[in-house]
């Protein structure tokens, strides 16, 4: 038994895309449109872990995508939580729980879908701005 | 960058225990008690699969959990979808979307969470019960 992929349903393709991969960093592996059904899935992972996947499901009839609380979010373990949240920041992603222990931090999809940011191995020296900065919304 | 979790969140955890582990066959990896958040954390893996983890978050408050739409599924890769479909439902777990054409079915978690159950390698041949098996609501 394999744990294979999170499906996770899309409003925009193009700014999710941005947004996982541009600016999150995670890398497209595959791609099928299906006409018949409307619809295009797009699978990602993590560069080099190509195993556990998110699979993106855009639907081609627009769709009011809301969350529920049964799903709690996605979690990936990053080289350097600092680096990643002042990047995903500059580009204008929301840090709604900044990394202010140097290990943990969240952010939304364009969806809403809450992303855990976890740094790899011992958490970071405590340092600003991220030190000081409060929570934005919720995650 | 890697994949840790997709956390989802559990309002009985002996009953959500009792599916992915006991009826779905994943494995309990790590627990914590946190009496001072009243909450637990349990994360389970797929056996020979220990890297790609689910993490039921239990909040000791009762809490009803509501679905939404931007949360799709998880997908789990199984040996034989037949017999895993049918220990399923001798043990009352509702198959969804029955494995039809061999190959694909859906059940959901106590909280409604959508899990799709992918067979291995070649789809099965079609076979009865199954081949014949209409849906039941939706996943």
Redesign the interface.
């Known amino acids: ?9 899309v409003s925009d393709l193009d700014a999710s895309l941005d947004f996982y991969c541009n600016k999150l ?2 890398v497209e592996r595959r791609r099928r449109d299906v006409p018949a059904g409307k619809f295009t899935l797009v699978f990602l ?5 190509e ?3 998110i ?1 993106l ?1 855009y639907n081609w009839a627009p ?17 350097d939580i600092y680096k990643l949240c002042e990047s995903l920041s500059k580009q204008g992603v929301v840090i709604n729980r900044p990394p202010r222990d140097g290990r943990m931090a969240f952010v939304r ?1 364009p ?3 809450s992303i ?1 940011l ?1 740094q ?1 191995g011992e958490a970071k020296p405590a340092r600003e701005p991220w030190a000081s900065m409060p929570n934005t919304g919720s995650w």
Chains 1, 2 share one sequence.
């Open positions: 038994m394999k744990y294979l992929h999170t499906m996770v349903r960093g995670l992972s993590a560069p080099g872990d195993d556990a996947m699979e499901t769709e009011n995508l809301t969350g529920g609380r049964n799903f709690g979010h996605l979690a990936y373990q990053v080289d999809s969806d809403g879908i855990e976890l790899k």
